[in-house]
């Protein structure tokens, strides 16, 4: 799988919010694991189904840490996981999926509100969540049903 060329960024490097950034848009600084990072939302969407239902995927339950998420998602046979990897990208946690909402809210991406779209965070066997970027609703469905996945990329800050 490929892996993005550019994994950290000195903070005094950062654009404005809104700006490009590693083949992406920038979005917003966060904290994950104890690292402080830079939130990136790829141009590519994706369309598929987030797993099998009733299948509970073993680590994949993250709110906050979508990249492990989506690894573990690969690993179990999950296509549109490997597709976000193979971008050097994953797709975004509950939590990660709300910054990019928050992005969007501020005007500064742009992101389809007629779909919804998976997030990383799976809520139990059969269901993992969903955002609708129309209004911002978080949601869990049924992990069996196809939906777009706007992919990310975060940057350790230096």
Avoid at 7 to 33: D, H, K, M
Avoid at 88 to 94: K, M, V
Wanted: net charge negative; glycine share 10%; with cysteine.
């Amino acid at each position: 799988m490929t892996q993005s060329a550019l994994q950290s960024i000195a903070a005094a490097e950062l654009p404005e919010r809104g700006q490009p950034l590693a083949g992406g848009i920038f979005v917003t600084r966060y904290w994950l694991n104890g690292q402080e990072r830079a939130l990136v939302l790829l141009p590519d969407e994706l369309s598929g189904k987030w797993g099998e239902y009733g299948v509970e995927i073993k680590g994949a339950s993250s709110y906050s840490d979508g990249e492990a998420n989506t690894r573990d998602m690969a690993e179990a046979g999950s296509e549109i996981a490997v597709k976000a990897l193979e971008l050097g990208a994953f797709i975004p946690s509950c939590l990660e999926g709300q910054l990019v909402m928050a992005a969007k809210a501020d005007g500064l991406v742009t992101l389809r509100e007629d779909r919804f779209h998976w997030l990383s965070s799976q809520f139990s066997a059969d269901y993992a969540y969903y955002v609708d970027f129309e209004d911002g609703w978080l949601i869990g469905y049924g992990k069996d049903v196809e939906r777009l996945v706007r992919p990310v990329r975060s940057l350790i800050l230096q």
